[in-house]
């Protein structure tokens, strides 16, 4: 019953994006709502979410196929499989956000090895690569010895791109809010904990039932997402609290859009009240954490509160202007503090989605990453 | 005309607006004494500025030092150099290289509009083009930062990283798209449109048609002190169409230039000092 749910959403999110795509295309960013000031947007953000769940999920998956922890054994390929799923969504939302996506190549041949995006460009490129060998070599020689070498290198290749992220922002010292030492560490977490979600849901929703480890992996997964989802609670009440203390103008504007300006809902209601309090309140909970459904619910709504954060990281910094009388200075499209995701930006997103659900469970299929062995594949 | 009649002349024929802006300028100051330190008293100081910029093509271009200097003081906020600018560059809507940031100041009776023209400030340190993944946009050998258009992904990081807000992607905004088109008359999305698409800007040296997925549509833009221009011993269009003779633009490097003499003055200031990015471009107060 859910995987036929988890089709039709995918086949109809899928739909509504194929109208984006086309237009992304056709008419390139004209149809977009971010601009010249606020000038990443949505797709950032889901960029942002996507590529936190793939470094995540890889890091989960050493639990399983590096680690060896027992009661994690045969969960290493589909938490792999999910990682790499969400590393294309990521790549797709950011590589559409891009101006000229077919010069992409330039990155690797005429690049700036002192940028930080050059350096996550082949650092994703590089993840990628480890993730398909070693989803390959979990699927079909899990014995090999090469596995685990491999895994170590994608784990720490894991942590470093999640961790460029946090410094792609954080070395803007002109954006007080996001300029925060702790960024390069702060994500990492971030993606940890996403990546326990993403696992948490998989695993609820469509782990084997005759799995005798299940409902233990579930409590396991359960609690560990909330402490991940406590910590990261607690980064953000630091970050506030400090930035509202030191009343520095632009962090402090930034701060206020946050909790009480134009994103007050999706912080309030999205981020903290559904994606964060609910599925606390659930998963400290062993009879609602050991449950296929309410866990797989309550892992969903974790992600949608990681996805709804990750905007508000982006967004807010975005919507202080450099100069005050910057807002009237000058008019046109695209000119403007203010911003929230036009239609086209939304089924872009949706037809990443789309992708992302339909890859997962095509490919879990497929590829048989449920069974307890290979072999069983 | 003496000088109490040129003030009374002035109060007479001056709106109030106009009064309340030119007023803390006047208050206490003798203007013939102010017409003898005034850079315009002597000459024309295009004409100076001219001289100045042929005599710095003559050298080569790293022993140039290109900065602007703006008088904030001499500023009306006509914006006269925005559309310069736009009209030079051929901008498209939504691009801006020189917006002129206006704030009105003070309390009635005491109210007064504020002017800042903003280029791109050229930062010595600029923290727009080391975040860039592809050398795109780079400080060029004259100390001008430049966008290769051919070289830009898009990716909007060096906007982001700008502190001052210089820089603005090109969406691929048309004026004349979705208008409506009449036979017979250049008007409309095809007909006009033809006139706006076609290749008449000369930025970097460089002709190009205006063309959906070709750049600059596409990419990051900003200024670039009219390289072009300067290129054949023309100053900058925001300097020559700047009514009030507000924009100055030369060699830094040149001891005897316009700009070095006014760089030396004690009310000269430049944007977000604290950020240790050194613009060059300095505002008179």
């Known amino acids: 019953m859910i995987k036929k749910l988890a089709y039709l959403v995918g086949g109809l999110t899928l739909l509504f994006g194929l109208w984006g795509f086309y237009d992304r295309f056709a008419y390139g960013h004209q149809n977009a ?17 996507f590529a936190g769940v793939a470094a995540g999920g890889f890091m989960v998956s050493t639990l399983d196929l590096l680690f060896g922890v027992k009661i994690f054994k045969g969960t290493g ?19 559409l956000d891009n101006g000229h996506l077919f010069r992409i190549w330039k990155v690797y041949l005429q690049g700036n090895p002192f940028s930080l995006l050059f350096q996550m460009v082949w650092g994703y490129t590089l993840f990628g690569a480890i993730s398909v060998v070693a989803l390959v070599l979990a699927s079909r020689q899990p014995n090999n010895p090469w596995l685990k070498p491999v895994m170590a290198v994608g784990l720490v290749v894991s942590f470093f791109i999640s961790g460029a992220v946090g410094a ?22 971030f993606s940890l904990a996403s990546g326990v979600a993403m696992l948490l849901t998989a695993l609820a929703f469509f782990g084997r039932e005759d799995d005798e480890n299940r409902p233990q992996q579930l409590w396991i997964l359960s609690l560990t997402s909330v402490i991940l989802l406590i910590v990261k609670l607690y980064f953000m009440w630091a970050d506030y609290s400090q930035s509202m203390y030191g009343n520095v103008p632009m962090n402090v504007q930034a701060v206020r859009q946050v909790l009480f300006g134009e994103y007050w809902w999706a912080f309030w209601i999205l981020q903290l009240l559904i994606g964060s309090l609910i599925p606390l309140v659930f998963l400290i909970q062993r009879k609602f954490a050991t449950h296929n459904h309410w866990a797989g619910w309550m892992g969903i709504l974790m992600l949608v509160g990681y996805a709804v954060a990750r905007g508000l990281i982006i967004f807010p910094a975005l919507t202080v202007p450099e100069l005050e009388a910057l807002v009237h200075a000058f008019s046109g499209p695209h000119l403007t503090f203010h911003y929230f995701p036009s239609l086209m930006e939304w089924a872009v997103t949706s037809g990443t989605i789309g992708i992302a659900i339909l890859g997962f469970l095509f490919g879990s299929e497929k590829l048989n990453l449920f069974s307890n062995t290979p072999k069983e594949a | 005309m003496s000088e109490p009649k040129e003030a009374a002349l002035l109060s007479k024929m001056a709106s109030e607006v106009f009064a309340g802006m030119i007023a803390p300028a006047l208050e206490n100051a003798p203007l013939i004494q102010a017409a003898e330190d005034d850079v315009l008293a002597k000459e024309d100081v295009l004409v100076r500025m001219e001289r100045e910029l042929k005599r710095a093509l003559e050298k080569s271009p790293a022993e140039r030092r290109w900065v602007m200097v703006i008088d904030l003081r001499r500023c009306i906020g006509c914006h006269a150099c925005t559309i310069g600018c736009v009209a030079e560059n051929k901008l498209p809507p939504g691009v801006v290289y020189r917006p002129v940031l206006t704030e009105e100041i003070g309390k009635y009776p005491h109210v007064a509009y504020r002017f800042l023209p903003k280029p791109c400030l050229q930062c010595e340190n600029a923290p727009c083009t080391p975040v860039c993944p592809v050398n795109a946009t780079y400080t060029n050998e004259e100390g001008v930062i ?3 258009y051919d070289q830009c992904i898009g990716c909007r990081a060096c906007i982001s990283a700008c502190p001052y807000a210089s820089r603005t992607f090109d969406f691929g905004v048309n004026y004349t798209d979705k208008t409506v088109d009449r036979l017979t008359m250049v008007l409309g999305s095809s007909e006009a449109g033809k006139y706006e698409t076609a290749g008449t800007a000369f930025e970097y040296g460089e002709r190009r048609e205006r063309q959906q997925h070709h750049s600059p549509i596409g990419n990051v833009r900003k200024c670039h002190f009219c390289l072009h221009r300067i290129k054949v011993g023309i100053l900058p269009a925001c300097t020559t169409t700047c009514i009030g003779r507000a924009t100055y633009f030369g060699d830094a490097n040149d001891p005897d230039a316009l700009v070095s003499e006014l760089i030396a003055k004690p009310n000269v200031m430049r944007l977000k000092e604290e950020l240790g990015t050194e613009p060059r471009v300095y505002y008179l107060l």
């Open chain 1, 77 to 95: 390929r589909i938490a792999l499989w999910g990682s790499l799923v969400c590393l294309v969504a990521a790549l797709i939302s950011i590589g």
């Open chain 1, 168 to 189: 792609l922002l954080g070395v803007n010292a002109s954006r007080p809010f996001w300029h925060v030492g702790l960024f390069p560490v702060q994500f990492p977490v």
């Open chain 1, 33 to 49: 709502n971010y601009g010249s000031y606020v000038v990443w947007g949505l797709w950032v953000a889901m960029y942002l979410f």
């Open chain 2, 146 to 148: 430049v966008v290769d």
